[in-house]
């Protein structure tokens, strides 16, 4: 048996003559496999297409040994480069940037279809689409998001079409009497050499969530894809349990796994300057980072949607439990 030094040597001596046949994409070396069993060392042609010999010209035939050296040769279709979940996607998968045109960047969740029409519509986090209430209906939305390049022209990708309303529970005042009083009562404590001040806010602690998700419509049908990059197309939805394997496909941190570890958890969410509450959430193992919001949560050994990732921390990723999702959209997967 010939030593992987010797073997390698061959190799280096005639990949440019290999790689000039029409269906070789790469040389290396490699154990000749024969009826599913191991063999020995080779030198091993990657082609495009297994074909035939005598589908093939004479000169694009890879000849069955090389001085002395055994051949194999194993299909890997055409080689391509992976592009970057922020780059410009036609069609779009789930797990790629997007974004309302007013938004850096989120994630495209997944597409579902809507319950009355069929249409496939594109799934991710209100404050993706919908720039967490101040969008309009019909709104642009962004592929890649605007963080990652996208622009209003070429990269306009869908209009937003169905939005889960946020209730916060707090905020910046909006009120100008309530503003008013705040500075004269700042006033009077510089006056006074007070170092303590007043800031005008609203409050509503009775307001309570459950998603935070929307809808948007592509402007092409054919410009999407059903599947979740590395990870494939949905089959259904499981619900959560403690203990449960997740995976995740995200713009920012691309395939993560984890571990489902609180279930039915009440959680107070920032929003810039803004505060919500949810109820019944689902949380994992820390899995994401910013621009993953909107990404399918999936069982580990299942494609079966759980959740829908909406906000998080260092420590613990939330999500949305998936069947509330899809009931307060109108829409199925």
């Given amino acids: 048996m010939r030593e992987r030094a010797e073997v390698m040597k061959v190799k280096e001596r005639h990949k440019e003559e290999l790689l000039t046949k029409s ?3 790469g040389v290396g070396t490699g154990y000749k496999s024969a009826n599913g069993r191991r063999g ?3 030198v091993v042609a990657l082609v495009s297409q297994k074909l035939p010999r005598a589908g093939l010209d004479e000169e694009d035939i890879v000849p069955r040994e090389i001085e002395g050296v055994s051949t194999d040769v194993i299909q890997v279709g055409q080689i391509r480069a992976h592009p970057s979940r922020t780059d410009r996607w036609r069609p779009a998968l789930g797990g790629v940037s997007i974004g309302h045109v007013d938004v850096t ?10 319950r009355a029409s069929g249409r496939r519509l594109i799934l991710s986090n209100n404050h993706v689409l919908a720039n967490s209430n101040q969008a309009d209906i019909g709104d642009s939305i962004l592929q890649p998001g605007r963080a990652d390049g996208g622009t209003l022209g070429e990269d306009v990708f869908a209009t937003l079409l169905r939005v889960c309303p946020i209730a916060f529970t707090s905020g910046p005042s909006t009120c100008q ?37 929307a809808v948007a419509q592509p402007l092409h049908d054919q410009d999407v894809l059903d599947e979740i990059y590395e990870i494939g197309a949905i ?9 449960m394997n997740v995976r995740k496909s ?13 279930l039915d958890a009440t959680v107070k969410v920032q929003y810039g300057a803004r505060t919500a509450q949810f109820e019944d959430q689902i949380v994992s193992t820390a899995m994401s980072q910013p621009g993953d919001s909107g990404s399918l949560l999936v069982a580990g050994e299942a494609l079966l949607a759980v959740g829908l990732l909406f906000a998080g921390s260092d420590q613990a990723t939330i999500y949305n439990p998936i069947g509330s999702v899809l009931d307060c959209l109108d829409v199925e997967l």
Avoid: M
Avoid at 250 to 262: C, E, K, M, P, S
């Fill in 235 to 243: 089959k259904g939805t499981i619900p959560a349990e403690l203990g």
């Fill in 177 to 213: 009497w309530a503003s008013f009083y705040a500075e004269f009562g700042n006033l009077i404590a510089r006056l006074f050499g007070s170092k303590h001040r007043v800031k005008a806010s609203w409050s509503d602690p009775q307001a309570v969530n459950i998603v935070d998700a």
């Fill in 105 to 114: 960047a989120g994630t495209l969740g997944i597409i579902v279809r809507d």
């Fill in 250 to 262: 995200g713009r920012t941190t691309g395939l993560t796994t984890g571990q489902i570890i609180v």
């Fill in 23 to 25: 269906n070789v994409v």
């Fill in 40 to 42: 020995d060392l080779c």
